[in-house]
């Protein structure tokens, strides 16, 4: 039944409507592992092991991802549920309106965002609303073959004039896990 979902919901290749520049997270499939750092109360950084996984779903219409922090191997009941992500994300490519739309669920702390993304040069940029009506963005930056950086960022109470004022609550160091794309492979694999 596995290799059954996975042959029904993997995509090798984009739609013919995402290839080219629409094609925003095409760098990003394949396995990554990660350090995270998750900011604390008091300043200070919470440095995590994880692991992110980025795969084509949906004839090529969609990105799907696993982010995972801790790594399987260190994941524990006792972590703090707002440093602990078993979730995934599912990108949909809207054709009507040229927009990628971000679907995020995390059943370990139960949030649930969605988050509509575009260009900014070469990075990506991803903004929503948290469940507690602040707003949430995320930025995807420095994409390298073999590297790429995240931040997560929430919407402060403006200063005094209105002005938003962001501030950063993660930190993602991501480092290509293999080169051939093991996870892509071992799903597709007849």
Known sequence: ????????????????????????????????????????DDGSKRVTAGEWHFVRVLEGRGVQDVMIVPV???????????????????????????????????????????LEAQRAGADIIEIGDRDDGHSLRWTIFDIKQDSFLARGETRAPGNGDGAAIWKTVVEIYARREDDTDRMLADATRP
Not at 80 to 100: A, K, Q, T
Request: hydrophobic content about 35%.
């Open 72 to 114: 399987r191997e260190q994941r524990h009941p006792r972590t703090p549920s707002r440093v602990d992500r078993y979730g995934s994300s599912l990108r949909i490519f809207d054709m009507r309106n040229g927009v990628w739309r971000v679907h995020w669920c995390n059943p370990a702390d139960g949030e649930l965002h969605i």
């Open 1 to 40: 039944m596995t290799k059954v979902f996975c042959d029904a919901l993997i995509a090798t290749h984009p739609a013919r409507d995402i290839a080219g520049s629409n094609d925003f997270y095409a760098p990003l499939i394949g396995s990554w592992t990660t350090e995270v750092l998750d900011a604390e």
